[in-house]
């Protein structure tokens, strides 16, 4: 089996792969684009397996940690069986690992598959229906603030507005380019901005979708900087009853639907989990936000043997407001490779990862890992790849 990154030449190969395994989709005129790179795999002559690495940043104690979103995995029919998955697996990481991505995340449809390689379940991307009678129900704000229909010259200023929430909320990418392109927000049915003295104080796209006998409100962004924002937003999704039945809303910010919403106690989420990977422990552990802890370490035994670069004893030493890890230790902590994610990430404690059989060694000497983390929530995403 040959593994190598694709090329323009191999696009033929790709969507038919892709056809056979997602079903019809939208012919893209080129593989090879900004922002991603992708492997495919050959058997007999021919392309038989592919992987795509969009570059993306995922936020981690305020800090956009460099993150390889890993997208349209598929195998050949006839050619499955073979190993052709996990070998582009096994390629991708040190291929990440080359193009300063410390971290992985992917959508699993056969989650076993990428356990067996090290990434681990930790977040989720949830989309909430909201009925028009909750809607009605929410408080209006104090101070409604103005809007306005979005311009391409706020472009710049609504990017500022998602980054100010998204970087307090443990997963959220940080949408540079040229992975996504900032402009194709402005093809959306509806981008409305509120305007503040220092930028924008707030936002919301949506899109207008068929579906029951009324259609459906898509909302992807609602995003409010401070609470007048957010309830302003909120209240011009009223606006829409008599026409709508309900509101599809994305959550990016939980406080939106936890403490402003007016969710019953059952309503209906749809939630898409992702998993995570640490390709290069050092290289994570250097680019993450950490809160303020005094001068501590952990001695760990990293087992992940197919990111042999960073397996082995480590200290993860926190001090003088720095974190970093360092060969060598006693390993007193063994933490397998899927545990690492979800550590990482402050998705699970040590309690719950070694309860799963990820995590060994005395509860007094891994109780520093959770400190570390400084867990505050369930990690987000509002991005699929």
Not at 24 to 52: I, K, W, Y
């Amino acid at each position: 089996m040959r593994i190598r990154e694709y090329t323009d030449d191999d696009l033929d190969a790709v969507v038919r792969l892709r056809r056979v395994a997602f079903g019809p989709g939208e012919r893209p005129d080129r593989l090879v684009r900004p922002g991603r790179h992708g492997l495919v795999a050959e058997l007999d002559g021919r392309v038989a397996g592919v992987l795509t690495v969009g570059s993306y940043g995922q936020f981690y104690g305020g800090a956009a940690v460099p993150m390889g979103g890993i997208g349209g995995v598929a195998v050949d029919g006839a050619m499955r069986g073979r190993g052709v998955a996990n070998a582009l697996l096994d390629a991708s990481l040190p291929v990440m690992r080359e193009h300063g991505q410390p971290i992985s995340v992917l959508y699993a449809t056969v989650p076993s598959l990428y356990r067996g390689r090290g990434w681990e379940r930790t977040g989720v991307l949830e989309w909430v229906e909201l009925p028009m009678d909750r809607v009605l129900s929410i408080p209006r704000p104090a101070e409604p603030v103005p809007s306005r229909p979005a311009e391409e010259s706020d472009l710049t200023a609504l990017h500022a507005c998602y980054l100010e929430v998204a970087r307090t909320i443990d997963g959220m990418a940080d949408r540079r380019p040229p992975r996504i392109e900032l402009a194709e927000v402005l093809e959306m049915d509806l981008v409305s901005v509120l305007p503040g003295p220092n930028g924008l104080r707030g936002y919301l796209t949506a899109q207008r979708e068929a579906g029951g006998d009324m259609g459906r409100l898509k909302v992807h962004d609602l995003i409010g900087v401070d609470v007048d924002a957010q309830l302003t937003l909120l209240a011009s999704l009223a606006s829409w009853a008599g026409t709508l039945e309900a509101i599809d809303l994305r959550i990016t910010d939980p406080a939106t639907v936890n403490l402003l919403g007016a969710t019953p106690v059952r309503h209906s989420v749809r939630t898409s989990a992702w998993m995570l990977r640490v390709v290069d422990l050092p290289a994570a552990v250097a680019a993450r936000g950490w809160p303020p802890l005094a001068n501590t370490a952990v001695d760990l035994e990293v087992v992940d043997a197919h990111a042999p670069w960073h397996a082995g004893p480590r200290r993860i030493i926190a001090e003088d407001g720095t974190v970093r890890v360092e060969p060598g230790g006693t390993g007193a902590v063994r933490l397998h490779a899927r545990a690492l994610g979800p550590w990482f990430s402050g998705a699970q404690n040590t309690h719950a990862l070694r309860r799963a059989g990820l995590l060994e060694g005395d509860p007094a000497d891994a109780v520093v890992l959770d400190q570390l983390v400084g867990a505050s929530g369930v990690p987000r995403l509002a991005e699929f790849f």
